[in-house]
T-cell receptor, first 110, second 113 residues
Framework: TQLLEQSPQFLSIQEGENLTVYCNSS?????LQWYRQEPGEGPVLLVT?????EVKKLKRLTFQFGDARKDSSLHITAAQPGDTGLYLC??????????FGQGTTLQVKP | GAGVSQSPSNKVTEKGKDVELRCDPI?????LYWYRQSLGQGLEFLIY????????KSGLPSDRFSAERTGGSVSTLTIQRTQQEDSAVYLC???????????FGDGTRLSIL
Protein backbone atom coordinates (compact mmCIF):
# COMPACT_ATOMS: atom_id res chain seq x y z
CA THR A 1 0.00 0.00 0.00
CA GLN A 2 1.37 3.38 -0.99
CA LEU A 3 1.28 6.01 1.76
CA LEU A 4 2.39 9.62 1.98
CA GLU A 5 3.39 11.15 5.30
CA GLN A 6 3.07 14.91 5.33
CA SER A 7 4.53 17.15 8.04
CA PRO A 8 3.92 19.29 9.89
CA GLN A 9 0.13 18.98 10.13
CA PHE A 10 -0.27 22.51 11.48
CA LEU A 11 1.91 25.57 11.13
CA SER A 12 1.26 29.06 12.48
CA ILE A 13 3.86 31.70 11.62
CA GLN A 14 4.28 35.45 11.35
CA GLU A 15 4.25 37.28 8.04
CA GLY A 16 7.72 37.38 6.52
CA GLU A 17 8.93 34.07 7.95
CA ASN A 18 10.07 31.13 5.84
CA LEU A 19 8.67 27.61 6.12
CA THR A 20 9.07 24.13 4.67
CA VAL A 21 6.49 21.37 4.36
CA TYR A 22 7.64 17.79 3.85
CA CYS A 23 6.05 14.84 2.10
CA ASN A 24 7.65 11.42 2.53
CA SER A 25 6.95 7.88 1.40
CA SER A 26 8.63 4.50 1.26
CA UNK A 27 7.16 4.05 -2.24
CA UNK A 28 8.24 5.46 -5.57
CA UNK A 29 5.74 7.67 -7.37
CA UNK A 30 5.72 8.42 -11.09
CA UNK A 31 4.86 12.02 -10.26
CA LEU A 32 3.90 14.11 -7.29
CA GLN A 33 1.53 17.06 -7.11
CA TRP A 34 1.10 19.88 -4.62
CA TYR A 35 -2.36 21.35 -4.13
CA ARG A 36 -3.71 24.23 -2.10
CA GLN A 37 -7.25 24.16 -0.75
CA GLU A 38 -9.36 27.00 0.63
CA PRO A 39 -12.39 26.37 2.89
CA GLY A 40 -15.45 25.33 0.91
CA GLU A 41 -13.50 24.83 -2.30
CA GLY A 42 -11.78 21.96 -4.05
CA PRO A 43 -7.99 21.55 -4.15
CA VAL A 44 -6.24 23.71 -6.74
CA LEU A 45 -3.14 22.31 -8.42
CA LEU A 46 0.03 24.30 -7.74
CA VAL A 47 2.67 22.15 -9.40
CA THR A 48 3.51 18.68 -10.71
CA UNK A 49 7.02 17.26 -10.35
CA UNK A 50 8.03 14.27 -12.41
CA UNK A 51 11.80 13.89 -12.55
CA UNK A 52 13.90 12.85 -9.56
CA UNK A 53 15.83 15.85 -8.23
CA GLU A 54 13.54 18.29 -10.04
CA VAL A 55 13.12 21.77 -8.57
CA LYS A 56 10.27 24.06 -9.62
CA LYS A 57 9.63 27.63 -8.52
CA LEU A 58 6.33 29.45 -8.42
CA LYS A 59 6.98 33.01 -7.22
CA ARG A 60 7.87 32.58 -3.52
CA LEU A 61 7.15 28.84 -3.54
CA THR A 62 9.88 26.30 -4.29
CA PHE A 63 9.02 22.65 -4.85
CA GLN A 64 11.55 19.82 -4.87
CA PHE A 65 11.18 16.14 -5.82
CA GLY A 66 13.63 13.76 -4.18
CA ASP A 67 16.23 11.97 -6.28
CA ALA A 68 14.54 8.62 -5.62
CA ARG A 69 11.05 10.04 -6.30
CA LYS A 70 9.86 9.05 -2.83
CA ASP A 71 9.73 12.44 -1.17
CA SER A 72 9.08 16.08 -1.87
CA SER A 73 9.19 19.43 -0.14
CA LEU A 74 7.48 22.78 -0.45
CA HIS A 75 9.38 25.84 0.74
CA ILE A 76 7.70 29.24 1.07
CA THR A 77 9.89 32.30 1.37
CA ALA A 78 8.66 35.42 3.17
CA ALA A 79 5.17 34.04 3.82
CA GLN A 80 2.21 36.37 3.35
CA PRO A 81 -1.27 36.20 4.96
CA GLY A 82 -2.59 35.29 1.51
CA ASP A 83 -0.60 32.04 1.71
CA THR A 84 -2.92 30.83 4.49
CA GLY A 85 -4.65 27.59 3.56
CA LEU A 86 -4.44 23.80 3.45
CA TYR A 87 -1.51 22.43 1.46
CA LEU A 88 -1.76 18.88 0.16
CA CYS A 89 0.81 16.66 -1.48
CA UNK A 90 -0.40 13.81 -3.67
CA UNK A 91 1.45 11.02 -5.41
CA UNK A 92 0.24 9.47 -8.64
CA UNK A 93 -0.16 5.71 -8.35
CA UNK A 94 0.37 3.34 -11.24
CA UNK A 95 -3.40 3.34 -11.85
CA UNK A 96 -3.54 7.12 -12.06
CA UNK A 97 -5.38 7.69 -8.79
CA UNK A 98 -3.94 10.24 -6.38
CA UNK A 99 -2.71 9.19 -2.96
CA PHE A 100 -2.85 12.19 -0.65
CA GLY A 101 -0.88 13.15 2.40
CA GLN A 102 -2.82 14.29 5.46
CA GLY A 103 -2.30 17.94 4.59
CA THR A 104 -0.65 20.91 6.28
CA THR A 105 -2.82 23.71 7.60
CA LEU A 106 -0.83 26.93 7.31
CA GLN A 107 -1.79 30.13 9.09
CA VAL A 108 0.23 33.27 8.36
CA LYS A 109 -0.47 36.07 10.82
CA PRO A 110 -0.02 39.70 9.78
CA GLY B 1 -18.64 26.47 -17.19
CA ALA B 2 -14.94 25.89 -17.64
CA GLY B 3 -14.35 23.89 -14.47
CA VAL B 4 -15.60 20.70 -12.84
CA SER B 5 -19.13 21.23 -11.57
CA GLN B 6 -20.65 19.28 -8.68
CA SER B 7 -24.19 19.28 -7.37
CA PRO B 8 -25.66 19.70 -4.91
CA SER B 9 -23.08 21.77 -3.05
CA ASN B 10 -24.65 20.74 0.26
CA LYS B 11 -26.89 17.82 1.16
CA VAL B 12 -28.43 17.04 4.53
CA THR B 13 -30.34 13.79 4.85
CA GLU B 14 -31.55 11.33 7.43
CA LYS B 15 -29.76 8.12 8.23
CA GLY B 16 -31.03 5.28 6.05
CA LYS B 17 -31.95 7.43 3.04
CA ASP B 18 -30.31 7.10 -0.38
CA VAL B 19 -28.41 10.04 -1.91
CA GLU B 20 -27.13 10.84 -5.39
CA LEU B 21 -24.21 13.15 -6.03
CA ARG B 22 -23.51 14.51 -9.50
CA CYS B 23 -20.30 15.51 -11.25
CA ASP B 24 -19.96 17.35 -14.58
CA PRO B 25 -16.32 17.09 -15.67
CA ILE B 26 -14.42 19.52 -17.86
CA UNK B 27 -15.44 19.02 -21.48
CA UNK B 28 -13.09 16.63 -23.26
CA UNK B 29 -11.68 15.09 -20.08
CA UNK B 30 -11.85 11.31 -20.43
CA UNK B 31 -10.70 10.46 -16.91
CA LEU B 32 -12.93 11.12 -13.89
CA TYR B 33 -12.20 10.45 -10.23
CA TRP B 34 -14.25 10.51 -7.02
CA TYR B 35 -12.59 11.23 -3.67
CA ARG B 36 -13.91 11.64 -0.15
CA GLN B 37 -12.54 14.17 2.32
CA SER B 38 -13.37 13.79 6.00
CA LEU B 39 -11.89 15.19 9.19
CA GLY B 40 -9.00 13.10 10.40
CA GLN B 41 -8.95 10.96 7.25
CA GLY B 42 -7.70 13.37 4.63
CA LEU B 43 -8.59 12.81 0.99
CA GLU B 44 -9.38 9.20 0.07
CA PHE B 45 -9.75 7.79 -3.43
CA LEU B 46 -13.09 6.13 -4.18
CA ILE B 47 -13.34 5.27 -7.89
CA TYR B 48 -11.79 6.08 -11.28
CA UNK B 49 -13.53 6.18 -14.64
CA UNK B 50 -11.87 6.08 -18.04
CA UNK B 51 -14.66 6.88 -20.44
CA UNK B 52 -17.70 5.02 -19.15
CA UNK B 53 -15.83 2.11 -17.60
CA UNK B 54 -14.39 1.95 -14.09
CA UNK B 55 -11.03 0.16 -14.16
CA UNK B 56 -10.36 1.01 -10.51
CA LYS B 57 -13.14 0.98 -7.92
CA SER B 58 -10.91 -0.23 -5.12
CA GLY B 59 -11.66 2.74 -2.86
CA LEU B 60 -15.42 2.23 -2.53
CA PRO B 61 -15.85 1.56 1.21
CA SER B 62 -18.83 -0.81 0.99
CA ASP B 63 -21.44 -2.20 -1.39
CA ARG B 64 -23.71 0.70 -0.38
CA PHE B 65 -21.56 2.89 -2.62
CA SER B 66 -21.85 2.77 -6.40
CA ALA B 67 -21.07 5.09 -9.29
CA GLU B 68 -21.74 5.30 -12.96
CA ARG B 69 -20.72 7.49 -15.85
CA THR B 70 -22.72 7.95 -19.01
CA GLY B 71 -21.77 9.35 -22.41
CA GLY B 72 -18.19 9.69 -21.24
CA SER B 73 -19.27 12.79 -19.35
CA VAL B 74 -21.53 13.14 -16.32
CA SER B 75 -20.99 10.84 -13.37
CA THR B 76 -23.27 10.00 -10.46
CA LEU B 77 -22.11 8.65 -7.10
CA THR B 78 -24.92 6.89 -5.21
CA ILE B 79 -24.87 6.03 -1.52
CA GLN B 80 -27.64 3.70 -0.37
CA ARG B 81 -28.93 3.42 3.20
CA THR B 82 -26.70 6.25 4.39
CA GLN B 83 -24.91 5.99 7.72
CA GLN B 84 -23.54 8.78 9.91
CA GLU B 85 -19.97 7.78 9.03
CA ASP B 86 -20.76 8.66 5.40
CA SER B 87 -20.76 12.35 6.38
CA ALA B 88 -17.91 13.99 4.45
CA VAL B 89 -17.11 16.20 1.48
CA TYR B 90 -17.27 14.24 -1.75
CA LEU B 91 -14.93 15.63 -4.40
CA CYS B 92 -14.86 14.91 -8.10
CA UNK B 93 -11.85 15.49 -10.35
CA UNK B 94 -11.31 15.13 -14.08
CA UNK B 95 -8.26 15.00 -16.33
CA UNK B 96 -7.36 14.62 -19.99
CA UNK B 97 -6.03 11.16 -19.31
CA UNK B 98 -4.91 8.77 -16.63
CA UNK B 99 -1.56 10.41 -15.89
CA UNK B 100 -2.58 14.00 -16.55
CA UNK B 101 -3.12 16.71 -13.91
CA UNK B 102 -6.44 16.38 -12.12
CA UNK B 103 -8.78 19.35 -11.73
CA PHE B 104 -11.19 19.31 -8.82
CA GLY B 105 -14.71 20.55 -8.32
CA ASP B 106 -15.73 22.29 -5.10
CA GLY B 107 -17.34 19.15 -3.74
CA THR B 108 -20.63 18.13 -2.16
CA ARG B 109 -20.77 18.46 1.62
CA LEU B 110 -22.89 15.53 2.81
CA SER B 111 -24.29 15.51 6.33
CA ILE B 112 -26.16 12.49 7.68
CA LEU B 113 -28.39 13.20 10.67
Amino acid sequence: TQLLEQSPQFLSIQEGENLTVYCNSSSVFSSLQWYRQEPGEGPVLLVTVVTGGEVKKLKRLTFQFGDARKDSSLHITAAQPGDTGLYLCAGTSNTGKLIFGQGTTLQVKP
Amino acid sequence: GAGVSQSPSNKVTEKGKDVELRCDPISGHTALYWYRQSLGQGLEFLIYFQGNSAPDKSGLPSDRFSAERTGGSVSTLTIQRTQQEDSAVYLCASSLGRDQPQHFGDGTRLSIL
